[in-house]
């Protein structure tokens, strides 16, 4: 029996969004998974090898940070799935999409672990806040919500970081 190209193509997406701004979005909410996933791995890095007598405050600090990381890239996957695409999920794709750095190789001094998460947090708030225009063209209004609860964690993350490198 012939089968049926309607029965075997997956179901098209009707929710107000055309393809074109579907994919624009999902691609920009990739670069944001990308970000997301490297730097809750270096903060979880961080979290192990941090030494010096800062130790019980960053080794603390750093748990609920990364926890915070890890549960953050859940819904910006399934938005991404929501809109009709492919979550990118291994480490090759995450390298070629990340504008985060992976971590140091060597573990850095605590000031250093703290340096570089300050300006990875303010790289993530870039890339969320790039996405923007392209949500708000679309009146893709679940993806600036999530865009504006990820920008708010970033921004007081880095304010919280930053402040333990002023005097
Ligand atoms: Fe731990």
């Not at 800062?54 to 748990?63: A, G, I, V």
């Not at 001094?109 to 708000?136: I, N, Q, W, Y």
């Amino acid at each position: 029996m012939a089968k049926s190209p309607s029965k075997s193509a997956a179901p098209s997406i009707h929710i107000g969004i055309s393809d074109k701004d579907r994919a624009t979005i999902a691609q920009g909410l990739s670069r944001l998974l990308a970000d997301t996933y490297t730097l809750y791995l270096t903060t979880h890095n961080f979290h192990w090898n941090v030494t010096g007598p800062m130790f019980n405050t960053l080794h603390t600090m750093f748990m609920g940070q990364y926890t915070e990381l890890w549960n953050a890239v859940d819904p910006i996957a399934e938005r991404i799935r929501a809109l009709g695409h492919v979550a990118p999920g291994s480490y090759a794709e995450f390298t070629a999409l990340a504008s985060v750095p992976d971590a140091p190789s060597k573990p850095p001094k605590a000031l250093e672990m703290v340096r570089v998460l300050v300006e990875g947090h303010e790289a993530v708030a870039r890339t969320a806040r790039s996405l923007f225009p392209a949500a708000d063209k679309a009146s893709d209004e679940p993806t600036a919500d999530l865009l504006t609860q990820r920008l708010a964690v970033h921004e007081q993350t880095a304010w919280m970081l930053r402040s333990l490198l002023e005097e």
